[in-house]
């Protein structure tokens, strides 16, 4: 059995890996009967949600031009977010995963399809789809794990710079958008290079280039129709762009962070068998409870464990197939990790604050080291503990 799990103990220990294909046999007809049986109901229900969004935009947009007054300045630049929100989650992120392609619709087709995101959809289709979806959880493979700024493994060495992590995570949910854009060009591995790497010089440029886009529209264009009103239109445009940052970042967060999400090491995929990455995104995933309203606000990543099982498969069969996927847990004795969204995000939170310090240190063991030893008896902290994982 190829799948080696990060974890003491570990949860599938029990499994043999006869088990372990028939899962992967029974989930792949679990996808089979679900994408039997797409048809006009789910095409409907995208391009409805295509249409709310585009008209929650314009109409937003309009009420945003009489923005200095304070009631209009609330509800427009409520409605942007959710517009933005929208457009991001349950639109751009599941017609870039080719969940609508079947339709055969060229305007609602994975290859043509660009958001209102500054990562431009080529890139983040590289990212997402061919890495974090083929790697999901394995260290030092899945860069959706931490984006290469946060510990996010016990078994990962120590560094006094991942005491900052929970301010870098805070900064990189602000700006959130960007810092995927900055992923996706794998900034930090190609900065040194840059200026004798064509291929990044190129990527970098179309990354720029949306960027003066974006911000020309957001932060000019619709300032400047609003008249008078530049400065409260201005104001709404960007607080919408943080809300749609914090939010998307949150959501993400609560799928592959909390407390009871398994990690990989990167022998995990050597020789993997489809059963056992079955087996790896069922154990790396975690989801948000809710009603419609969260489903459709998460683009279904309140389904992540399904999403992760099958990721083209449209958005709202995920819910659909959720108790079959549910019982296959039982079945097989493993953990269905799922939560409300303020618990998820808490314990998300709460493993990047744990993780930030040594193994087995709490804030008060780690404050009262650097207080009486500084920096290097939390080294040696760190050193004394590392055994207990690695």
């Not at 958001?115 to 260290?139: A, F, G």
């Not at 079955?278 to 969260?294: C, F, H």
Request: proline share 5%; with cysteine; hydrophobic share 40%.
């Amino acid at each position: 059995m190829h799948t080696v799990v990060n974890a003491t103990p570990s949860p599938i220990s029990h499994l043999s890996p006869e088990q372990i294909e028939e899962l992967g046999r029974e989930l792949d007809e679990i996808r089979r009967e679900a994408m039997d049986s797409l048809g006009e109901r789910e095409a409907a229900y995208i391009r409805k949600i295509i249409a709310t969004q585009r008209y929650l935009e314009i109409g937003s947009r309009g009420v945003l031009l009489f923005s200095g007054n304070p009631i209009a300045w609330v509800v427009g630049t409520a409605g942007l977010s959710v517009a933005k929100i929208l457009d991001n989650m349950e639109i751009g992120h599941n017609i870039m995963h080719g969940q609508w392609d079947w339709m055969r619709d060229p305007k609602i087709h994975s290859s043509v399809w660009e958001w209102d995101n500054v990562s431009p959809s080529e890139h983040w289709k590289h990212s997402h789809n061919e890495v974090h979806h083929t790697y999901t959880n394995v260290v030092g493979k899945d860069n959706d794990l931490g984006y290469g700024i946060m510990r996010v493994d016990d078994a990962q060495k120590w560094y006094p710079i991942y005491l900052a992590q929970p301010l870098l995570n805070a900064v990189n949910a602000t700006f959130f958008e960007y810092g995927i854009a900055a992923y996706d060009l794998e900034l930090g591995k190609n900065w040194k290079g840059r200026k004798s790497n064509p291929e990044f010089q190129r990527d970098a440029k179309v990354v720029v280039n949306k960027i003066k886009k974006l911000a020309a529209r957001d932060y000019v264009l619709w300032p400047l129709l609003s008249g008078p009103n530049f400065l409260p239109t201005l104001a709404a445009n960007v607080v919408s762009n943080v809300v749609r940052n914090y939010w998307t970042h949150s959501v993400i967060m609560c799928g592959h962070f909390p407390s009871g999400v398994e990690t990989f090491t990167k022998t995990s995929i050597d020789g993997e068998t489809r059963g056992e990455w079955y087996l790896r995104q069922m154990l790396g995933s975690a989801n948000i409870s809710g009603g419609r309203a969260m489903h459709v606000m998460t683009g279904y990543l309140s389904h992540q464990v399904e999403h992760h099982l099958f990721p083209d498969m449209p958005s709202i069969k995920l819910a659909e197939v959720q108790p079959k996927v549910r019982a296959l847990f039982e079945k097989y004795d493993l953990t269905y990790v799922e939560g409300s969204l303020p618990r998820q995000v808490a314990s998300a939170w709460s493993e990047i604050f744990r993780l930030s310090r040594p193994n087995a240190t709490s804030s008060a063991q780690t404050l009262k080291i650097l207080a009486t030893q500084g920096v290097k008896g939390l080294k040696k902290r760190a050193r004394a503990t590392r055994h207990i994982y690695a």
